[in-house]
């Protein structure tokens, strides 16, 4: 079974810190992306990765930054975070233009 | 441009079926996926259909495809309470190496006994 992994499930932050939000897969998937999940809102893609060290915005970047330095692991980056951002965060993972596989999630508060 | 809505809430007795239904927009769409999401938990994959199927069943799940209409279904057959989740539509599409999805909001099923 492809397995997703989420860091943290809940994280409380304060405004202007700088946050970290780790996903790692154990499946060898090339592409990988993190979403935000607001109520009525669905999901909403941030960023995704497709290689070790690419990347490519989605449709919400602002205010976001990745970092992929390892196939397995692709990390979200708050570079100083604002309240807007309290929302539950994705990661997901995908072989090619297959499935996308899903963590648990990371329930972020931004204080 | 790109566009999945769902209705928001649904609420069934306990052994009855459950209908959520979805409409989207992009008629290039790959593959049309539901998923579930349980309180707290993050998205679990349900079923897929290819764009070029009309239904596709899988125990008490039956996904329905209207391509004419751009209306995807899903029926959950005598319902339980484990089945109250959030059930999201997504709709796929080839973009580079990877398969943009584009999701509904979610449709939030509630199973009362």
């Known amino acids: 079974d492809v397995k997703v992994t989420q860091s943290s499930r809940y994280l409380v932050k304060r405004t202007g810190e700088k946050v970290f939000l780790e996903c790692v897969q154990d499946m060898d998937h090339e592409n990988m992306f993190w979403y935000r999940q607001d109520p009525g809102l669905g999901l909403r893609l941030i960023y995704f990765?497709?290689?070790?060290?690419?990347?490519e915005k989605g449709d919400i970047p602002e205010g976001y930054s990745v970092s992929r330095e390892k196939k397995e692991r692709f990390s979200l980056i708050l570079e100083s975070a604002s309240t807007n951002q309290t929302s539950m965060y994705l990661c997901?993972?995908?072989?090619?233009?297959?499935?996308?596989?899903f963590g648990p999630g990371t329930r972020l508060t931004v204080l | 441009g790109e566009d999945v809505e769902q209705s928001l809430f649904l609420s069934v007795r306990e052994g009855d079926s459950s209908v959520i239904n979805c409409t989207y927009t992009d008629s290039s769409s790959t593959y049309l996926y539901w998923y579930k999401q349980e309180p707290g938990a993050g998205l679990q994959l349900l079923t897929y259909?290819?764009?070029?199927?009309d239904m596709k069943q899988d125990q008490r799940l039956t996904v329905l495809l209207n391509k004419k209409d751009k209306h995807l279904s899903l029926r959950i057959a005598d319902t339980q309470t484990g089945d109250s989740a959030i059930y999201f539509c997504a709709e796929s599409f080839a973009s580079g190496g990877y398969n943009k999805l584009i999701f509904g909001a979610g449709t939030r099923l509630a199973v009362h006994p």
């Open positions: 990765s497709y290689d070790v060290k690419m990347k």
């Open positions: 259909i290819f764009s070029n199927m």
């Open positions: 997901a993972s995908s072989w090619a233009r297959h499935t996308q596989y």
